[in-house]
């Protein structure tokens, strides 16, 4: 029968070595799980989980009024003081004529605290979503939090702008194209509604440039155009806005080497809770031309409610104990891939 030295010595110098290193490394394994479970708790006491201690709120009763009442009167007419104590701690003793008993009464006093109008807070911050549209795009390349309209017989289309020199801010903006207007007149846009606070001001702006094949106001009579309305009380058909405001872009060449970035600003005051913004390009004549509208950093800046923060529950931060657990499951599953290396080549001898 030969010994465990014998059978040792008759495995193969591969499995002797991958042997010895599996039982070093679980030999580290162990050392670290001993470090990680005492040592490193007394290094860093500031990383135990304490929890507070909860605070008890007791409350206060109210002052008592005691009146002393006089009782039992003799016959007869007779001046009997009545004294009524402020505070149940004086020191002063009423004085009584004799044969009159008093009896204290204890009275409750109701403390009143006025409610103090609640102020809701504000602050002032871009209330539109997905402005500068870095927060995506819908299937159709629509900007997320946007909605589109057209007024038909022409080829409308919207697109994903990546193309660095016709995107004023970030990395994309929003293309609207139309092209082939079987009328004249033809509206493609986009809009939004935000929340607003009613008599509140706001500054609208936004970014952007019109690309025609021409290139040339002259050569086109002005034929591609872009405006923007609002809805102030927040209603969401194009078609009930009155007042379009034609923005002075004139068009540059769909494809050239700079291109400027024109910008439009105004002021609003909100008349309700909610306000629309509208954005439309504009093909003025029934032709095969195609106009390619840039819109960008379109902003509503103003006051806004405050958002609370909502604490996130769950399960509570990880610890070093949960560390110490995956180092142990993993120093197992290497012991046991070493006991079974060792049986295999048991056998094998």
Same mark, same amino acid.
């Given at each position: ?28 394994? @162990? ?81 009143i605290t006025p409610t103090e109008p609640v102020t809701p807070d504000l602050e002032i911050r871009d209330v539109l979503r997905n402005g500068g549209f870095e927060e995506g795009f819908?299937?159709?390349? @629509? ?191 290497? @012991?046991l891939l070493g006991g079974a290396l060792w049986r295999f080549g048991w056998k094998r001898t």
């Amino acid at each position: 029968m030969s010994t465990l030295s014998d059978r040792w010595r008759n495995t193969s110098s591969v499995f002797r070595v991958l042997l010895l290193v599996l039982l070093v490394t679980l030999l580290l394994l @162990l050392c670290l799980l001993v470090f990680l479970q005492f040592v490193w708790p007394i290094l860093n006491p500031e990383l135990a989980l304490t929890t507070p201690a909860p605070t008890t709120i007791t409350p206060t009763e109210p002052a008592t009024t005691e009146t002393l009442i006089p009782t039992d009167t003799p016959e007869g007419p007779t001046n009997t003081p009545v004294v009524t104590t402020e505070t149940p701690d004086t020191t002063e003793t009423p004085v009584t004529p004799e044969g009159t008993e008093t009896v204290p009464v204890t009275t409750e006093t109701a403390v009143i605290t006025p409610t103090e109008p609640v102020t809701p807070d504000l602050e002032i911050r871009d209330v539109l979503r997905n402005g500068g549209f870095e927060e995506g795009f819908k299937p159709n390349e @629509l900007g997320e939090y946007w909605e589109g309209f057209n007024n038909g017989s022409a080829a409308f289309s919207y697109h994903i702008d990546d193309w660095p020199l016709v995107v004023p801010e970030g990395k994309y903006a929003q293309l609207i194209e139309i092209k082939n207007a079987q009328m004249p007149d033809r509206y493609s846009g986009i809009y939004q509604t935000a929340t607003v606070i009613p008599g509140e001001a706001y500054a609208f702006s936004m970014q952007g440039l019109v690309r025609t094949n021409t290139g040339d106001v002259e050569k086109t009579s002005y034929g591609y155009r872009l405006e923007v309305g609002f809805d102030l009380s927040g209603g969401q058909d194009w078609e009930d806005v009155e007042d379009w405001i034609e923005l002075q872009w004139d068009e540059q060449l769909r494809i050239q080497d700079s291109f400027r970035f024109d910008v439009y600003t105004t002021t609003l005051t909100a008349e309700s809770e909610e306000m629309t913004v509208f954005i439309r390009a504009w093909k003025k004549w029934a032709d095969s031309g195609e106009g390619d509208y840039d819109v960008d950093d379109i902003q509503l800046v103003g006051p806004a409610l405050v958002t609370p923060v909502i604490p996130v529950t769950g399960d509570a931060p990880g610890t070093i104990w949960d560390n110490v657990r995956v180092w142990a499951t993993v120093a197992l599953m290497l @012991l046991l891939l070493g006991g079974a290396l060792w049986r295999f080549g048991w056998k094998r001898t």
